[in-house]
Structures are given as structure tokens and as C-alpha cells.
């Protein structure tokens, strides 16, 4: 088993451009994550999706677009990025009712100039 | 939610068991305390979850007392591969869950 893959892992965009980074895991869980965490700090959540078809925003969702195409995948769109969207961005998957137990992947390093 | 307390850093020499203790006064009948372990460059990875008593694993063990207001992770033995940030997080992963964040954690340096 893969786990939970990321892609890109590094990118680098100008700003006001798009990008869509790629989340998958193939744990057959329900629940699916998107974080970002800057230096020095906690991770803080973007958006999630309790189950395939539904999303919910998290703590930071401006500027940002999640689409849960279908249960293994979850995508987070920018869609005219900034600097201050500079950060690293991981994904996890977790079992149903169970969102404190979560499984990561490697992560995007996202640098908006 | 519950609010979470926990110390920013903590050093330990190789081979000593190091605790973790995690302070939430004002958890709730339904929370559970989940705890992730952190390294460099790594996303969080999910070490051990308890709701009393006592949860041991092959990694790690958690303490928890009976009135639930504070944890203990306990790493035996750690070795310099154990230095990461230890998460602790409070909740019963429903309702409110949108505005939990793993916050700084504690930074666990481990000296050889």
C-alpha cells in the first residue's frame, strides 16, 4: 500500500497563477484532509470531506478550492495564488468517524513569488 | 473544543524514558486524546489514542487520569531518531472539528 501520495512535492508560482495540487490514498478511508503548515508552526486545516461528495471548510479556507472526485482522490485548488499562500500542504485520509485518527502524506512545498 | 496545553520543548538523553504531559481541563464527557509524532520535512504521523486508563502500543504508551484533565505520552527508551514535534489533540472528532489545529506541539530533542 501506498498510503497517502501527494503531487506535486515541490513548486514554485508566480503570483495571481493557478495550480491544483493532487491528493490519493488507497486506504479505502472516507475521510479526507487538507492542511497547511508554515514555519515554525501547527498544522492548520484548510478543508475536509467527511465522505465522498460532501466537503466542509476547516480553519483557513480563503483562497483556496477542494473538489473530493471520488473516494481515494481529493484535490486542492489555488486559483490566483499569493505570497502569503507560501507554505508546506499535506494531505491525510482517515477511517469514518474517527477524524483525530489521520494518516499524512509526504507533502507539497509550495513557494508563491 | 477542548484547549490544549502542552510544554514547546523538552530535551532527553538517549536511553532514558521521556513523558509528555498534555494539559486539557476542559475536555469532554465524549473526547478522545490522540497523539502524532512529527519529523522534518515529514507530515504528522498518528502514534497512540485513548479516552482513560492506560494505552500502550509498540511505540508509545498514554496515561491518562481518572477526572481526564491531563495526558501523559511515554516514550521508553527514546533513541535520537525519537527528536520530533509531539502533537497532542483533544476532541470526539465530530461537530466542532473544523477549527481544531494541531497548534505548536512540544519539540523533543533527544542528546546522545
Known amino acids: 500500500n501506498a498510503g497517502v501520495t501527494q503531487t506535486p512535492k515541490f513548486q514554485v508560482l508566480k503570483t495571481g497563477q493557478s495550480m491544483t495540487l493532487q491528493c490519493a490514498q488507497d486506504?479505502?478511508?472516507?475521510?479526507m484532509y487538507w492542511y497547511r503548515q508554515d514555519p515554525g508552526m501547527g498544522l492548520r486545516l484548510i478543508y475536509y470531506?467527511?465522505?465522498?461528495?460532501?466537503?466542509d471548510k476547516g480553519e483557513v479556507p480563503n483562497g483556496y478550492n477542494v473538489s473530493r472526485l471520488n473516494k481515494r482522490e481529493f484535490s486542492l485548488r489555488l486559483e490566483s495564488a499569493a505570497p502569503s499562500q507560501t507554505s508546506v500542504y499535506f494531505c491525510?485520509?482517515?477511517?469514518?468517524?474517527?477524524?483525530?485518527?489521520?494518516?499524512f502524506g509526504p507533502g507539497t512545498r509550495l513557494t508563491v513569488t | 473544543l477542548a484547549k490544549t496545553t502542552q510544554p514547546i520543548s523538552m530535551d532527553s538523553y538517549e536511553g532514558q524514558e521521556v513523558n509528555i504531559t498534555c494539559s486539557h481541563n476542559?475536555?469532554?464527557?465524549?473526547?478522545?486524546i490522540t497523539w502524532y509524532q512529527q519529523f522534518p520535512s515529514q507530515g504528522p504521523r498518528f502514534i497512540i489514542q485513548?479516552?482513560?486508563t492506560k494505552v500502550t502500543n509498540e511505540v508509545a504508551s498514554l496515561f491518562i487520569p481518572a477526572d481526564r484533565k491531563s495526558s501523559t505520552l511515554s516514550l521508553p527508551r527514546v533513541s535520537l531518531s525519537d527528536t520530533a514535534v509531539y502533537y497532542c489533540?483533544?476532541?470526539?472528532?465530530?461537530?466542532?472539528?473544523?477549527?481544531?489545529?494541531f497548534g505548536t506541539g512540544t519539540k523533543l530533542q533527544v542528546i546522545p
Open positions: 491525510a485520509s482517515g477511517p469514518s468517524g474517527q477524524h483525530y485518527e489521520q494518516y
Open positions: 486506504m479505502n478511508h472516507n475521510s
Open positions: 470531506s467527511a465522505s465522498e461528495g460532501t466537503t
Open positions: 476542559n475536555i469532554a464527557t465524549n473526547d478522545y
Open positions: 485513548g479516552y482513560k
Open positions: 489533540l483533544v476532541g470526539d472528532g465530530y461537530g466542532g472539528y473544523q477549527k481544531v489545529t
